[in-house]
């Protein structure tokens, strides 16, 4: 059950919500409505006397099982999500943009200056590498770290890098903006708990078998776990078709957008895993309405370590970055039409 409390409700009300699904011994967890309100997803039902307490909002009682992460609870406050001072999900289409993996000191500073230069908001690049093949170079652990917190205080960029396993944690998180959980991590439930509790913004990728609600549920574990700042990343499923080494599923921008208030970025690197599909994938990823993008980039894509064939250059960055902007301004009108007639039929009709 959805339980929302209105912002001007007695404070009463929450107590006695949570006390009686406590004593019915149901779990019951809380989240910011936007609005000033609170957001209660109880694991059951409670009785109707609660539910006509004063301040109690909308009651949900046929819903996702996904409560908190659900457009439901929030459906006129979609979550901005602040990774240091950039804001994904409040119009503005946020780049992030990197190496797959941060491979030296030297290296990276330079890439991140260019990235930079081309647009990025915010740096990525990974430190601790989850690679198919054992033999694969498998990050440069915490000195990775430390690259990546230098360029941060050299650039100003946020940086977001994946942390692969619970203990990895409180590691990671002391030196990154926000958290990636990585496709191959998406249920692994124990980390997605302690990341939940880190209080660092979390960039949840997809699984490349994962349904749309698989990872809605995967979300929900975070938010659950008291960490309501939570970026989904659609980068690419496993399809029949060997062509490419994933498919983009764009379908599940427009789709998650409607099912959640969380924000949606989308990674057209790993989602084509080939270098000249990403500029075209990238703006069909805004087309889509993705709130941001994450892209790999190195100075020189070809000699990457991890990555290479997906990997483009800054200067492509830069026009994707420039294209993008002027796309994103293209679909306000767009979507100022579906608001106009989604909440305003009325004052449409008679225009
Ligand atoms: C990455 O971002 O480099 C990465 C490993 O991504 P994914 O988990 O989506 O494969
Ligand atoms: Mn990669």
């Known amino acids: 059950m959805i339980v929302t409390i209105t912002p001007k409700a007695p404070e009463s009300t929450q107590t006695t919500v949570l006390a009686a699904a406590v004593s019915a011994g149901l779990a019951a967890r809380t989240l910011d409505d936007g609005h000033g309100g609170i957001l209660i997803g109880i694991d059951g039902s409670l009785p109707s006397d609660v539910l006509t307490l004063p301040g109690v909002g909308a009651v949900h009682v046929s819903h996702k ?85 230098e360029a941060r205080a050299e650039t100003g960029l946020p940086i977001v890098t994946e942390v692969m396993e619970p203990d990895q944690v409180e590691l990671v998180a002391a030196y990154a903006d ?42 929900e574990y975070l938010l659950a776990s008291g960490n309501p700042n939570v970026v989904l990343c659609e980068r690419g499923i496993r399809s029949f078709d060997p062509a490419l080494r994933f498919t983009l599923d764009l379908n599940a921008v427009p789709l998650a957008k409607e099912l959640t208030h969380l924000p949606v970025v989308v990674d057209p690197s790993h989602g084509t895993g080939k270098r ?30 991890c990555d290479a064939a997906q990997t483009i250059t800054p200067e492509d960055l830069a026009a994707i970055t420039r294209a993008g902007r002027s796309l994103h301004d293209a679909l306000l009108n767009l979507e100022s039409v579906d608001d106009v007639n989604a909440e305003n039929p009325v004052e449409m009709l008679s225009a």
């Open 276 to 305: 000249s599909l990403v500029k075209h994938m990238a703006m069909a990823g805004l087309a889509a309405g993705a709130d941001g993008l994450i892209i790999e980039v190195h100075p020189e894509p070809e000699r990457a370590k």
């Open 178 to 219: 926000m958290l990636q959980i990585g496709s191959r991590n998406m249920a692994n439930f124990p980390l997605l708990r302690r990341a939940g509790a880190s209080g660092k913004p979390v960039l949840l990728k997809r699984g490349f078998s994962a349904t749309v609600e698989e990872w809605l549920m995967s979300a």
């Open 65 to 149: 099982p996904y409560m908190l992460a659900s457009r439901e609870g929030r459906p006129h406050a979609p979550s901005v999500v602040k990774v240091g001072n950039v804001r994904i999900g409040a119009g503005r289409p946020v780049m992030m943009a990197g190496p797959c993996a941060v491979e030296g000191r030297a290296g990276l500073l330079a890439t991140a200056h260019a990235v930079k230069a081309a647009g990025a908001d915010i740096l990525r690049g990974g430190a601790f590498k989850p690679r198919t093949s054992p033999y694969a170079f498998q990050g440069l652990g915490e000195d990775g770290l430390k690259h990546l917190a």
